[in-house]
């Protein structure tokens, strides 16, 4: 049992709490994911309250909306296309073997010759 510290509103004191280590655990993972779920979530929500607040085309104008829509759909398709294949080309560049190349030529494995036997 692990002792805690709470304050007494009625009594004007600090009174102590035992805690179980069921209740220590259960209050550990809800902070935990409180505290990694909530900048997500504000971020999301901060995100489409941003793109709703600037709508470049209002309600009266609901003709040119899917057009935009469609834009920058494609845009964004576009963007995480092209953002996977620079990631997918910095992960396989060879470039340490490259640099060590350029430096240290010795260092690279290759040019290994067994003699006959």
């Known amino acids: 049992m692990t002792l805690g510290k709470r304050y ?30 909530f900048p997500t979530i504000l971020a999301y ?3 489409f309250a941003m793109v709703r607040l600037h709508d470049p085309f209002p309600i009266s104008r609901v003709s040119y909306q899917p ?19 620079l ?12 640099m060590l190349r350029a430096k240290d030529p010795w260092r690279l494995p290759g040019e290994l010759a067994f003699p006959p036997l």
């Open 87 to 98: 990631l997918a080309l910095m992960n396989h560049f060879p470039l340490f073997a490259l």
């Open 45 to 47: 929500y901060a995100l």
């Open 8 to 37: 007494n509103v009625l009594r004007n004191r600090i009174d102590s709490w035992e805690y179980d280590i069921e209740q220590l655990l259960f209050g550990t993972i809800l902070f935990t994911l409180w505290a990694f779920l």
């Open 67 to 85: 057009v935009f829509v469609t834009q920058m759909r494609f845009l964004t398709i576009f963007l995480h296309a092209s953002m996977e294949t």
